[in-house]
């Protein structure tokens, strides 16, 4: 596992918007409940947060 570290705010919203559009697509339940953009908008936030904690990885250099 790799940490993500030195990312722009930019970089970190994208990120969080693919894994929210993931999420919603892929998923029942709570986020569906949200609407889209309301479930993409949570996991950019949550994506942020964990950033910022410094407890964001990924498995690949890309």
Do not use: H, P, W
Request: hydrophobic share 35%; with cysteine.
């Amino acid at each position: 596992m790799i940490q993500l570290t030195n990312l722009t705010d930019e970089e970190i919203k994208a990120i969080g918007r693919r894994i929210g559009e993931a999420f919603y697509d892929e998923s029942e339940g709570l986020f569906i409940r949200l609407g889209r953009e309301d479930a993409i908008t949570a996991l950019e936030i949550m994506t942020e947060c964990y950033y910022r904690l410094g407890v964001l990885y990924t498995t690949s250099k890309r």
